[in-house]
């Protein structure tokens, strides 16, 4: 497997005197996090893999979550920004710990963290205007492409993943009737083929989640992030099985789950911080794909389920916020000045 090769970016301003924008900002901020987590979780994979064509997937994840994070971090020094504390291997990942995952998992990981990348780059490339800045994540992006390639090339090439259903090319083009939007009663359309995207990607993505966060129960430290961690896997299998159900009336064929990849191993290879961090930070990111998901949607019975599962996720990641607040984990992203509180500063 080719090694996704580095380039020079983020040395130069194009101006001197030119600032970071609070965009610029703020997808520089998440994306120091995000793969300062990252690089901490690949390296204990790492530590357990065998398949030599896993092996090369994640050690070219690893070097470009290492050159985003120094890239990152040189933009950073040049403006005064004080580094994130973020994540490290001193604190937040014991290498010397059993496998708690078969290899199999690391790919279909891998392919999870991809998508939560390329959905922090793709949205930051519009709105950043400096051009290292956006040299740097147009970059961020091409090499998640390159990467998101590599992994589609192994889940295919050894069997491990189902791709998406077929269903029939259109005879013709054809006009919406008024049943359109029903889904509880009467006359209910079959799925389109939007909807059915993003419930089959939605599935995929927490037959992922699932099985982190019940590989996370079993070794965390803390009673109380356990009992939310098993919480969170209750609630995401309902949401598979409902998910799944959708398109099975349908006859459609839906991913498998991803649980029986997950060892025995009650030894924990992670901090508590940083597990919670990773599992609601993918809480997060399901926020964003359940609006996608209803942005698409046509029928009132699909909307309603995402809602539910949106009030369920919200919940879930305020609780977790709460516990990192607690424990002082959280964090704190760039804020606007509190005018008010300079007006009335004596």
Known sequence: MDTIKPIKVGSTKSDLKEELTVAEMAKLWATYMGNSMAKCIIK??????????????????????????????????????????????????????????????????????????????????????????????????????????????????????????IIPVPDKVEFVKHQFLNGFFGDVRPLHALEITHLYDNIENNVTSKALIMAFSQVVKSEKIRNLFLKGKDFTHKHIETYMAKLHKEDLPTPSFLDHLVTKSTFSPFSDKIMLYHKADMFSMKIRAYGNSAAVDGRHDIGLMYTKSLMTIAQFVEEAAKIMIENGWMEQPPFAVDRNLLANDE
């Open 44 to 165: 204990y994979y790492l530590q357990h893999v065998e398949d030599e064509d896993i092996k090369a997937l994640l050690e070219n994840a690893l070097k470009l979550s290492t050159e985003f994070l120094k890239t990152t971090e040189e933009i950073f020094k040049k403006e005064d920004f004080p580094i994130p504390k973020g994540f490290s291997e001193q604190e937040d990942v014991n290498l010397g710990a059993p496998r708690l995952f078969q290899d199999e998992y690391y790919v279909h990981y891998l392919r999870y963290a991809a998508k939560a990348g390329m959905s922090i780059y793709n949205v930051a490339i519009p709105l950043v205007y400096r051009r290292d800045v956006e040299e740097f994540f147009i970059y961020c992006m091409d090499s998640t492409m390159a990467l998101m390639k590599q992994i589609k090339e192994i889940l295919m090439n050894k069997g491990l993943i189902i791709k998406p259903p």
